[in-house]
């Protein structure tokens, strides 16, 4: 394994322009929540002309509402998993997925809770709002901790939208009941195991990694002035695009695998605690 623990320079700090991390599993606590260290780490990076960016499979809107506070029209969200990028709340990118594809989903995934097969719900993710049919408070709770704007219609596949992504959440696990009713579409998209519970579907090209790529690009600025975070499958791509790339100490194993670094677990405040560190910030964490 080539993951090792962070070791800040004593005489110097990198260079590092942007900032990128997960949310789930990552910056978020165990229970779910922002640190507050994070906020005054935000505006020592602000002074120093360092962008920071969450990277997440939420919705854009989830994610404007989390950073409302301290967003003063600049910052970057990676949303639904790379597929949708907004900067200054303007698109900077976006990969759409063909109706047809969506359509598949939906209804494949109707007759497979119809039939008893599994318990789970879909959720379309379109640029204004994600939609669901599934209304019980059980599902809702998990809609609404991800997806700030959503609405419950009668039928997915008839909504007038834009669409960025399907996402499934799986009671039992996602690995082992929802992927496999997928499989016809893994030759052609994105299905990616995104928690124990959710799976994603998107176009091929969409990752958190070719948003990162394109973030660099946009804002000329290298891998090795970029810091990135990670815990799961889905932070896969984006652990390439950065010399900085960080694990959380409580990773999946393949994330271990595949960054070059390792930060303390999300519940030990592994974000705010490396890049204070790293940068020799002052707040503390």
Same mark, same amino acid.
């Given at each position: 394994?080539?993951?090792?623990?962070?070791?800040?320079?004593?005489?110097?700090?990198?260079?590092?322009?942007?900032?990128?991390?997960?949310?789930?599993?990552?910056? +978020?606590?165990?229970?779910?929540?922002?640190?507050?260290?994070?906020?005054?780490?935000?505006?020592? +990076?602000?002074?120093?002309?360092?962008?920071?960016?969450?990277?997440?499979?939420?919705?854009?809107?989830? +994610?404007?509402?989390?950073?409302?506070?301290?967003?003063d029209g600049g910052m970057v969200y990676v949303? !639904?998993?790379?597929?949708?990028?907004?900067?200054?709340?303007?698109?900077?990118?976006?990969?759409?997925?063909?109706?047809?594809?969506?359509?598949?989903?939906? *209804?494949?995934?109707? !007759?497979?809770?119809?039939?008893?097969?599994?318990?789970?719900?879909?959720?379309?993710?379109? *640029?204004?709002?994600?939609?669901?049919?599934?209304?019980?408070?059980?599902?809702?709770?998990?809609?609404?901790?991800?997806?700030?704007?959503? !609405?419950?219609?009668?039928?997915?596949?008839?909504?007038?939208?834009?669409?960025?992504?399907?996402?499934?959440?799986?009671?039992?696990?996602? $690995?082992?009941?929802?992927?496999?009713?997928?499989?016809?579409?893994?030759?052609?998209?994105?299905?990616?195991?995104?928690?124990?519970?959710?799976?994603?579907?998107?176009?091929?090209?969409?990752? *958190?990694?070719?948003?990162?790529?394109?973030? $660099?690009?946009?804002?000329?600025?290298?891998?090795? $002035?970029?810091?990135?975070?990670?815990?799961?499958?889905?932070?896969? !791509?984006?652990?390439?695009?950065?010399?900085?790339?960080?694990?959380m100490a409580n990773a999946h194993p393949d994330? +271990?695998?595949?960054?070059?670094?390792?930060?303390?677990?999300?519940?030990?405040?592994?974000?705010?605690?490396?890049?204070?560190?790293?940068?020799?910030?002052?707040?503390?964490?």
């Amino acid at each position: 394994m080539n993951v090792q623990r962070h070791r800040p320079t004593a005489t110097t700090s990198p260079d590092i322009r942007l900032i990128v991390t997960d949310m789930d599993g990552t910056l +978020l606590d165990g229970e779910g929540n922002i640190p507050d260290s994070l906020w005054p780490l935000l505006t020592e +990076l602000g002074d120093r002309g360092v962008a920071f960016c969450p990277a997440s499979g939420r919705q854009y809107a989830t +994610l404007a509402a989390q950073f409302d506070a301290v967003d003063d029209g600049g910052m970057v969200y990676v949303a !639904e998993n790379g597929a949708y990028v907004v900067r200054g709340g303007a698109e900077v990118s976006s990969d759409l997925l063909e109706p047809a594809v969506v359509e598949w989903i939906v *209804k494949s995934m109707r !007759e497979l809770v119809h039939a008893g097969g599994v318990d789970a719900g879909v959720v379309v993710c379109g *640029k204004r709002s994600a939609y669901v049919e599934r209304s019980d408070e059980a599902f809702m709770a998990q809609v609404r901790r991800y997806y700030a704007a959503h !609405e419950i219609v009668d039928d997915a596949t008839a909504v007038e939208d834009e669409f960025v992504k399907v996402a499934l959440f799986d009671f039992g696990g996602a $690995q082992d009941t929802t992927a496999p009713l997928l499989a016809p579409l893994a030759d052609t998209h994105q299905v990616v195991v995104s928690s124990h519970h959710w799976i994603d579907v998107m176009n091929p090209a969409a990752n *958190k990694g070719a948003a990162v790529r394109g973030l $660099q690009d946009a804002l000329g600025i290298t891998p090795a $002035q970029t810091m990135v975070f990670g815990d799961y499958r889905n932070d896969l !791509e984006m652990l390439d695009t950065a010399d900085w790339s960080y694990a959380m100490a409580n990773a999946h194993p393949d994330v +271990l695998a595949r960054a070059r670094l390792c930060a303390p677990a999300n519940t030990e405040n592994g974000v705010v605690r490396t890049v204070r560190d790293v940068l020799g910030l002052s707040v503390r964490a």
